[in-house]
């Protein structure tokens, strides 16, 4: 190992448990995070604590909208048999084997292969121990991307199902080209930081007072770029992207988001009648399983200047491969928190550069910014070399209860300096927010706020009408 783990022993560095918690917020209450098809959000996480014999623990987590979040932890306990025990410095010598032995465990690759709640289970472990990885080696996990040489860090990748796409000598190729100038780009981009857009002013259900002050906010605190959910009503799409043009003029960056809520027929005539805002992308405009779909939908818009986006709930590398194969979108929204750890998601942006297509990585939900920080910053460093027309999303939710939350200063990231992938919860938040036990939640059922999902099931109806 070209690396050197500090005041460790090799019996110290056994993994000899694996915690996962149901973790929810209500962010319900506010409509924060509603979109045209995710009305009332709940942003949750089933939230993995890896710890070593010698008491050091690793966090990762992913993703959900709340109900079905004990499903993903369910799952999270049935994949823990292959973690426990094991010892992390065979895990990170073949990383790619180890991830593999998750994504394609022969009985429970029956419940996904790597789709669904089985992935995203898989995604929380593998997160969990790229953090813990970073926090051995005392560095944020950008840098230990950066560090590691180019064919440790491609060792990491499970290759199968790409390599008619990508090698991994090919890989391997592409990352010694970036090495030479690692040192002055690390120097620029902590100077500089990684340019942010936001996507917090946009949420479906804020009324009309709440656009136009978040809209101000974020313009005055310098954001360059801004994305407002789209496809309830042709009228109030036109009526709101009018109110962030006249606030942010006409020389910032706007883009929208439909979150599937299309057809392909649909998405083409609503999209042209929204040209008129100068949009640099639209996101998800129909099923994100539907790649040649997506393909007519950006032969219609590239023309008009306009670029489709998609990824947040594409389900893993083969069908990331599948998108650029088929020129079906331009930028590349791969998910922290849905494939396979940075193993695959490493795959992902080797596959995008070498078609000439731009990341740039879901944001809009729980934590997901403390990750994807990282990702941006090792691509800038190491692979791409550029930040043009590259992004790391922001939305201003739960990063209080971050122990390293992100900080964004004038429009750009700061990049960070902590040990590990951000992704640790602060233990307050935890007693607080874990469902339905914590005390914010007893709180909420006593109030008649939520259900407690203890007692007898009850209907629920939708923030929105749907
Ligand atoms: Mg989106």
């Known amino acids: 190992m070209a690396t050197h783990y500090y005041y460790e022993t090799i019996e110290n560095l056994k993994i000899v448990s694996l915690d996962v918690k149901d973790v929810r917020f209500p962010t319900s209450l506010g409509l924060h995070g509603s979109d045209a098809m995710h009305r009332d959000p709940d942003f949750s996480c089933a939230y993995v604590t890896i710890r070593l014999a010698s008491g050091t623990t690793g966090n990762g987590f992913t993703f959900t909208c709340g109900r079905g979040n004990e499903i993903v932890v369910a799952a999270i306990k049935s994949l823990s048999f292959l973690v426990v025990g094991?010892?992390?410095?065979?895990?990170?010598?073949?990383?790619?084997?180890?991830?593999?032995?998750?994504?394609?465990?022969t009985q429970l690759r029956w419940l996904g292969p790597e789709k669904g709640v089985t992935h995203l289970a898989t995604a929380a472990i593998l997160n969990a121990l790229w953090d813990l990885w970073a926090k051995l080696l005392k560095k944020p996990v950008w840098?230990?991307?950066?560090?590691?040489?180019?064919?440790?860090l491609v060792s990491t990748i499970d290759f199968k199902y790409i390599k008619d796409v990508i090698t991994k000598e090919e890989a391997i190729e592409i990352l010694r080209k970036a090495q030479d100038k690692k040192e002055e780009r690390i120097k620029k981009i902590t100077a500089d930081g990684y340019p942010a857009y936001t996507s917090q002013n946009g949420w479906i259900g804020y009324s009309k007072e709440t656009l136009i002050e978040l809209t101000e906010k974020y313009n005055d605190l310098g954001f360059n770029h801004f994305k407002i959910k789209v496809g309830l009503n042709l009228d109030d799409d036109i009526r709101r992207l009018k109110i962030v043009r006249n606030i942010i003029g006409w020389d910032k960056k706007l883009s929208i988001d439909a979150n599937q809520v299309w057809d392909v027929e649909e998405a083409i005539p609503w999209v042209k009648k929204l040209a008129g805002f100068k949009l640099t992308w639209v996101e998800e405009p129909t099923s994100p399983d539907d790649i040649l779909g997506h393909a007519t939908i950006s032969k219609e818009l590239n023309p008009l200047g306009i670029g489709v986006a998609s990824g947040e709930m594409c389900s893993n590398k083969v069908l990331f491969k599948e998108f650029l194969l088929t020129d079906a979108i331009q930028y590349v929204q791969v998910d922290p928190a849905r494939l396979a750890g940075i193993n695959e998601i490493l795959a992902v942006y080797l596959m995008a550069h070498k078609k000439g297509v731009k990341v740039v990585p879901h944001g809009g939900a729980l934590g997901l910014g403390e990750m994807i920080q990282h990702l941006q910053i090792w691509d800038y460093v190491s692979l791409s070399g550029t930040t043009e027309d590259r992004y790391v999303e922001y939305i201003d939710l739960q990063h209080e209860h971050f122990v390293n939350p992100v900080s964004v200063k004038n429009g750009r990231y700061e990049v960070p300096t902590t040990p590990g992938y951000s992704t640790t919860l602060k233990d307050d938040s935890i007693l607080k927010y874990e469902y339905p036990v914590g005390t914010e939640w007893e709180s909420m059922f006593s109030k008649g706020l939520f259900h407690d999902p203890?007692?007898?099931?009850?209907?629920?109806?939708?923030?929105?009408?749907?």
């Open 143 to 152: 840098r230990l991307l950066v560090d590691l040489p180019p064919e440790q």
């Open 86 to 105: 094991a010892t992390v410095v065979d895990i990170y010598k073949d990383f790619a084997a180890f991830s593999r032995s998750l994504t394609n465990e």
């Open 454 to 466: 203890r007692k007898a099931p009850s209907r629920r109806t939708s923030a929105i009408k749907l």
